[in-house]
């Protein structure tokens, strides 16, 4: 009686190591360049941005009148 117990736990234990690792979500590395409203090139902060607020290309918005 004892080796049957054994070895259900043992399966049961099996199991459920292997159901769990099993649905494992793998994410690629994006360097913190996350998708969504980074990806966007509308968006001033984006490095290759042509809108006006982006502060790394001037753009056509607001001049600074301080000299």
């Known amino acids: 009686m004892r080796p049957l117990k ?6 049961f234990c099996a199991g459920l190591l292997f159901s769990t690792s099993s ?3 793998v994410v690629k590395k994006d ?3 996350h998708k969504g409203w ?3 090139t509308n968006n001033p902060h984006h490095p290759h941005s ?3 607020g982006n502060g790394n290309s001037g753009g056509k918005g ?6």
């Open 6 to 11: 054994t070895a259900a736990i043992l399966a």
């Open 50 to 52: 042509t809108n006006p």
């Open 38 to 40: 980074f990806k966007n």
């Open 23 to 25: 649905c494992l979500v």
């Open 62 to 67: 607001k001049k600074n009148k301080h000299k």
């Open 31 to 33: 360097n913190g360049r």
